[in-house]
């Protein structure tokens, strides 16, 4: 079951490219903008399977799949100030950690061969389920509090520094 759950966080890492349009505008940027974005995470996914499908033994990916599947989280790593180079560097890594679903694919080799079709029918029926819900999800709070918070809450946190009374270098509440 851990291994189908960590198939479907997958339905989570599109989530960066259902937010590409509004990020993109909250930099100033165009089309190209967008279409570099949204190729930031494939193309990291790309490199990632490749890399670690070299690199590592079978044991090895199932080791690394968790810190993988950490990594493929660019969200909540971005800042408001981040040129677009760095969000695409920040997208790209978290598209290489997508590498994890090598190693998450064990879930099949793990089955009785007469139990694997309809497994595999679940798992797939279930990360398009993740998919959807989790570009839903990202789309639904990117509307409430922007695309994505943490730039949001970078912007903020340089206004609340410079409304200090003390001045930038004084500890308080805010940090």
């Known amino acids: ?10 339905g989570f ?3 960066p490219e259902g937010l590409a349009a509004p990020y993109a505008r909250s930099l100033h940027g ?3 903008t967008v279409g ?3 190729a930031a995470v494939p193309l990291g996914m790309v490199i990632g399977a490749f890399v670690i499908s070299r690199i590592a033994a079978p044991s090895a ?5 968790g810190w993988l599947a950490v990594l493929a989280r660019p969200a909540d790593r971005q800042r408001v100030e981040s040129p677009l180079w760095a969000g695409l560097v920040l997208w790209t890594l978290a ?9 998450a694919a064990a879930f099949v080799q793990a089955l009785r061969p007469d139990t694997r079709a309809r497994a595999f029918g679940v798992a797939q029926s279930g990360l398009f389920a993740v998919q959807g819900l989790g570009i839903l999800a990202g789309g639904a709070m990117a509307q ?3 695309a994505p918070l943490a730039m949001s809450w970078t912007h903020l946190r340089g206004r ?7 001045g930038p270098e004084s500890p308080g509440p805010a940090d």
């Open 1 to 10: 079951m851990t291994l189908l759950l960590f198939g479907w966080l997958a």
């Open 13 to 15: 890492y599109v989530v």
């Open 30 to 32: 165009t089309a190209l």
């Open 36 to 38: 570099l974005l949204m």
């Open 61 to 65: 990916r199932i080791r690394m799949m």
């Open 95 to 103: 598209g290489a950690g997508g590498a994890y679903q090598l190693a």
């Open 144 to 146: 409430l509090i922007g």
């Open 160 to 166: 609340l520094i410079q409304a200090r009374p003390n």
